[in-house]
């Protein structure tokens, strides 16, 4: 039988209980399905959520970097993805520059040691709280994100497939430029975007 929420003061003062949350862990890890869902549709590949505690089923190990990683260890993923949710704000000037002290700093300076470790390159997806949620031709669940880059990767976003930067943020005197996931999805070529950034 289900644990019940409900208290003696409920009784006596005739209110309802809450509804329990789903706390942070929970949350965290459906951020990562949707996330994961964004790659899958973005490349045609399989993409999951990294396991943690062990779980890892993959043959290579090693490759396992990040929140969300390709289920075919034979497709090469140049990137390594990191995806935080629940953004309480993300806001910039009238020029996109974000103000100093971003959370975003944090978040990417993880991005940036993980994908150090096995020299791919950091990609971080950010959902702001209260974002709208959009699907696939299929009805799944891939989410709407800001998509940062390093300058020199986001620019051939910009110059070549003509996606507009949203904002941006510095980090160690860097660039890293945000974008629209749903432009990206709709309108840049994942194998020539990452022919570019490869070469």
């Not at 990683?69 to 949710?85: A, G, L, S, Y």
């Amino acid at each position: 039988m289900p644990k019940s929420n409900r208290r003696i003061q409920h009784d006596v003062y005739g209110t309802k209980p809450r509804k329990p949350g789903i706390n942070s862990y929970v949350k965290g890890a459906n951020n990562e399905r949707v996330c994961a869902q964004f790659f899958t549709d973005w490349t045609g590949q399989p993409f999951a959520r990294v396991p943690r505690s062990g779980g890892l089923n993959w043959k290579n190990t090693a490759r396992v970097q990040g929140d969300i990683i390709c289920e075919d260890d034979t497709f090469d993923f140049p990137f390594v993805v990191e995806t935080k949710h629940k953004i309480m704000s993300l806001s910039s000037n009238k020029d996109g520059k974000m103000r100093e002290g971003t959370i975003l700093i944090n978040f990417w300076e993880q991005n940036q040691r993980d994908a150090l470790v096995i020299k791919k390159i950091p990609i971080l997806l950010v959902r702001k709280h209260k974002m709208k949620v959009t699907k696939n031709e299929l009805g799944q669940k891939n989410g709407l994100y800001y998509v940062y880059l390093e300058e020199k990767h986001g620019k051939k976003l910009s110059q070549i497939f003509n996606i507009p930067r949203l904002n941006y943020f510095l980090y160690r005197d860097k660039l890293i430029e945000g974008f629209n996931s749903a432009e990206i999805l709709k309108n840049v070529d994942y194998f020539k975007f990452t022919d570019y950034v490869t070469t």
